[in-house]
């Protein structure tokens, strides 16, 4: 049995009437796209998220991954559920046709993965390093490089890792000392990389590494750092694998959480040197594993939707069944089921308002993605880019910690049997707070929020989207009495929001502490605003569809109700947060080092 039930309505929902399927259905290769198919590909994916993924979450948890003798070994059932994953084609879903892949939109495969990381997050890891080093290699890859790597790549059959930083490193990859020396038509690399998720295993019968290393006469620093494809099994010019290369898993971390995953720590060049191939150009590697990097932040934002949505339903599950104390209104002399109680629903509605919220985020950023991807004019590509690029931190940042603070809710709801292993919802708490880490720590993604992404057009890309925002307000106001609730605290925040950038745009010109101590409560108030704009339009949709008598009543009346609670308990945050960033820098480094 699984806990686990795919939120099919809400994604098809969320897809086709705020994330712009329709409109991507229009661009070229969309010929074939139809709402009718996309609802296919959602059950379907469905179908193999809560019947296979879904039950060996809790196996995964409690066997882990473990070294045996120089091999990676994945838990019961891991690598026959990684089978059928590929043999269903759900690793192809974007990718080139060229190479084998379906060439579908990033929109259906964000949905895609919102049901694998929510049915079993460490699971999902492994394709999800697999699509960024697939990304890479069509990005920068040589003709020779995309016709060896990329058809078994893109079918699941071989996995991708991303092996950027080192001991000495962490997320200053201007510490990088692997290094790489030419030899022929190939480099031989020598190094440690930590922290290498999925960085070996015996699921399939080769993974090709995509590493960072410097050659011998490249310039200091972040400049001097080339990427290379290196295979655990050489490939032969037919296709089929030669000898071993020169890299091993020396051992696993031992992790609070997604313990299914293999966290690998991998040693290149420990006799001959591993043999790499340089991806691209030398001491360009950087910008083009920044490319892996924003596919992922994605990814790991949605790993927060999924971990809420997933907590949410253990939750919700447990409180209509766990009765304990009375009605508080008296309206009944019996014990009632807790979920009678105003605080479970508090804590249940937070996490259900925070799970839709981020949801249309993430997919409304990978709808934008299609566009700048899609589009044939190369204007409304650019612009569309713009969007995603000042989205992907907010998605990353905010999204991770909507699935943290909905996983302790969860805990919190299960009250003393939260904290008990044995009924999962730790699991999902522990689990969830890897992605505030993963892929850039959140404080990372706050800077790159302030600083290439709002300081860097000084702001125009944010306030394009804040009057596009706003232009909502109409919207509401002509809604009528069941919506118009939303509208004050709708625009309260957009205010909160317009007040904040434009305070941190004179902070940076000043000093730059400032701005860097209201980076965080920033992105915060990015996420909560952006998604009680969505919450909003996606009340508006379920109004009209109601007054249309189309769709199911019960759900969109779900989603109005869901909006209103968003709107009067978490779009209020956005002042505190618009407090917070304009306190400055003062009372944050006034303490001498020596103090603490």
């Not at 990718?95 to 999902?124: K, R, V």
């Not at 779900?558 to 945050?573: H, M, Q, V």
Request: net charge negative.
């Amino acid at each position: 049995m699984t806990d686990y039930v795919a939120p099919l309505a809400d994604m098809q929902f969320v897809a086709t009437r705020l994330a712009g399927f329709g409109d991507i259905a229009q661009l070229p290769g969309g010929e074939d796209l139809n709402e009718e198919l996309l609802q296919a590909i959602f059950e379907e994916g469905g179908k193999l998220a809560s019947g296979v993924l879904a039950p060996l979450y809790r196996v995964g948890d409690i066997q882990g991954s473990h070294l045996e003798n120089g091999s990676v070994r994945t838990p019961d059932g891991w690598k026959e559920a990684y089978g059928q994953f590929v043999e269903g084609g759900w690793n192809a879903v974007p990718f080139d046709p060229d190479f084998g892949g379906q060439g579908l939109p990033w929109l259906i495969a964000t949905g895609l993965f919102d049901l694998w990381h929510s049915s079993n997050m460490a699971f999902a890891l492994c394709p999800m390093l697999t699509q960024a080093a697939v990304e890479a290699i069509s990005r920068y890859g040589s003709q020779t490089q995309k016709e060896t790597f990329l058809p078994k790549m893109v079918s699941g059959e071989w996995t991708g890792t991303m092996q950027l930083t080192e001991p000495q490193a962490g997320s200053d990859l201007a510490q990088v000392r692997s290094k790489a020396v030419k030899e022929g038509d190939h480099y031989r690399l020598s190094g440690q990389k930590i922290f290498i998720t999925y960085g070996d295993h015996e699921m399939t019968d080769n993974m090709i590494h995509m590493v960072l290393a410097r050659t011998p006469d490249a310039p200091q620093g972040v400049k001097g750092i080339s990427l290379f494809i290196v295979p655990k099994f050489m490939v032969n010019d037919d296709g089929s694998l030669g000898p071993r290369n020169d890299v091993r898993c020396v051992s696993l971390e031992e992790k609070m959480g997604i313990h299914a995953s293999p966290t690998a720590v991998m040693s290149f060049g420990e006799s001959e040197g591993a043999i790499g191939y340089l991806v691209g150009e030398e001491n360009k590697g950087l910008a083009y594993m920044f490319t892996m990097m924003n596919n992922a932040r994605l990814s790991v934002g949605l790993e927060g939707v999924a971990i809420a949505e997933r907590a949410y339903q253990k939750a919700a599950t447990f409180a209509r069944e766990r009765v304990q104390g009375k009605d508080i209104a008296g309206e009944s002399p019996d014990s009632v089921a807790i979920i009678r109680h105003p605080d479970v629903r508090r804590m249940l509605m937070t996490m259900r308002a925070l799970a839709e919220a981020s949801r249309a985020l993430a997919y409304y950023t990978a709808g934008k993605l299609d566009v700048a991807l899609r589009h044939p004019d190369e204007a409304a590509g650019k612009k569309a880019q713009s969007r995603v690029d000042l989205l992907i931190p907010v998605v990353k940042g905010w999204g991770s910690e909507v699935g943290s603070e909905a996983a302790w809710n969860g805990v919190q709801v299960h009250g003393g049997m939260g904290f008990i292993e044995e009924t999962g919802a730790a699991q999902h708490m522990r689990d969830a707070k890897i992605a505030e880490i993963y892929e850039g720590s959140n404080g990372i993604q706050a800077m790159d929020l302030i600083g290439r992404k709002l300081a860097r057009d000084g702001g125009a890309e944010a306030k394009a989207m804040i009057a596009e925002m706003r232009d909502l307000d109409g919207a509401l106001a002509d809604a009528g009495e069941e919506l118009s609730a939303l509208r004050g605290p709708f625009s309260k925040g957009l205010a909160s929001l317009e007040t904040a950038t434009d305070w941190l745009l004179d902070a940076s010109k000043n000093d730059i502490r400032d701005a860097a101590a209201g980076a965080m409560p920033y992105l915060r108030l990015w996420g909560t605003v952006a998604g009680g704009w969505l919450m909003a339009k996606a009340a508006l949709a379920a109004n009209e569809d109601l007054s249309a008598g189309v769709g199911d009543p019960s759900f969109l009346q779900s989603k109005i109700t869901t909006a209103k609670f968003y709107g009067g308990r978490i779009l209020p945050r956005a002042q505190s947060y618009e407090a917070e960033i304009t306190a400055g820098g003062d009372t944050i480094m006034a303490l001498a080092n020596e103090a603490f």
